[in-house]
């Protein structure tokens, strides 16, 4: 059998790096925003190429504090619309309605499961603030030319980065470094995952980065000293000290996702699967390796039968879900078609040469 994703053997392989960090954590007495935290932000912020790092809870919470932060600045207020996927995950669109926001959905291209540009210049109006792309599975958005939308619209770009890390554009600037600020996700089924919740906030805004480093942290200014109603959302200590030990690895494994994925792209031959849109380039991290079929169900049935794990991202579009009603009337129908075909198939740095070919030799006879 070959699992969706063996969570165990990816990290098995830094037992003895996280021991060490977890005794040298244990040992240090300083358990909340301690040093691996104030160390994991330098490091990742370098890594990025951005000026600041912010370390938070989770990537949910990152995307929120990003635009409280605006909030606090002036650059957004209460009911400013902020553009987004119409097939992102569901937190990206939370995030934007804790912070007493309008999430604008925004039609799919269907090839890279990202903004189509000419349903988002529709989407623009007086109350347009923000827009959020989502590196969606892995693959940057097309941020030049949201940039450029941007700019001729006086917009923010917020990136929703939790699947992206390490993605890098034409100009070699990575994810968490093509917009006005990035969230981050460190969930760990992530490109960078840790053992539990954790997030970061990217930018190299400095006035944003100071009042997000106050908003995690229940908007302590200093000690006892609340200067805003923030919240308790800290990158935890030893999940830092975690990724620490992971990030000097996160390019060579996401290398080894391209090499698989270029693989797959190559060997899988059946006209009853749509693969995804690559174009070789460092663009695409392949957080997740994410087909089409039409016959989904028989699809699933037949490989997992076939020892074969997948995932799907995501069954239920945002717009069909309970907990959004207020946009159940609306209709999207590229993206209702991604969410009834797609299929995530096994893709991590760990598959072995026999693994791959062994994915592609039962969905080439399906």
């Known amino acids: 059998m070959i699992p969706f994703l063996d969570l165990h053997k990816i990290n098995s392989r830094f037992k003895t790096e996280f021991k060490s960090s977890f005794n040298f954590f244990l040992d240090s007495g300083y358990y909340i925003l301690g040093s691996n935290v104030a160390a994991f932000e330098d490091e990742f912020a370098n890594y990025c190429g951005t000026k600041y790092c912010i370390g938070v809870g989770n990537g949910l919470d990152a995307l929120r504090l990003i635009l409280e932060g605006y909030k606090i600045l002036g650059k957004l207020k209460e009911n400013d619309e902020v553009l987004v996927a119409s097939n992102t995950y569901i937190a990206t669109i939370i995030a934007i309605k804790q912070a007493n926001l309008i999430p604008v959905l925004v039609e799919a291209e269907a090839k890279t499961f990202n903004f189509k540009i000419e349903n988002l210049k529709e989407k623009i109006t007086s109350k347009t603030k923000a827009i959020m792309p989502v590196h969606l599975y892995g693959q940057l958005s097309t941020m030049g030319e949201i940039n450029t939308i941007a700019r001729e619209n006086n917009l923010l770009v917020i990136e929703d980065a939790a699947q992206a890390h390490g993605a890098k554009n034409n100009d070699k600037k990575l994810a968490g470094n093509l917009g006005d600020a990035a969230g981050f996700s460190f969930y760990p089924t992530k490109n960078l995952g840790c053992l539990g919740d954790g997030g970061a906030v990217t930018t190299n805004n400095e006035a944003l980065a100071t009042v997000i480093k106050k908003l995690r942290n229940y908007g302590q200014s200093s000690k006892y000293v609340n200067e805003y109603i923030g919240l308790n959302s800290r990158l935890d200590e030893i999940q830092a000290a975690f990724l620490r030990v992971k990030l000097p690895f996160l390019d060579e494994e996401n290398q080894r996702r391209r090499e698989i994925a270029t693989q797959y792209l190559a060997e899988i031959n ?59 009337n609306l209709t999207f129908p590229v993206t209702e078609k991604i969410h009834s075909q797609v299929v995530s198939i096994p893709m991590s740095p760990i598959l072995t040469s026999k693994d791959v070919e062994k994915v592609i030799s039962v969905l080439n006879s399906f």
Request: hydrophobic share 35%; charged share 20%; no cysteine.
């Open 270 to 328: 059946n006209k009853k699967i749509i693969l995804p849109a690559y174009n070789g380039s460092k663009n695409h991290v392949f957080h997740q390796f994410v087909i089409q079929v039409s016959d989904r169900e028989k699809f699933i049935k037949y490989i997992s039968k076939n020892g074969i794990g997948t995932l799907i991202h995501y069954p239920i579009p945002p717009h069909k879900q309970k907990a959004l009603l207020e946009y159940s």
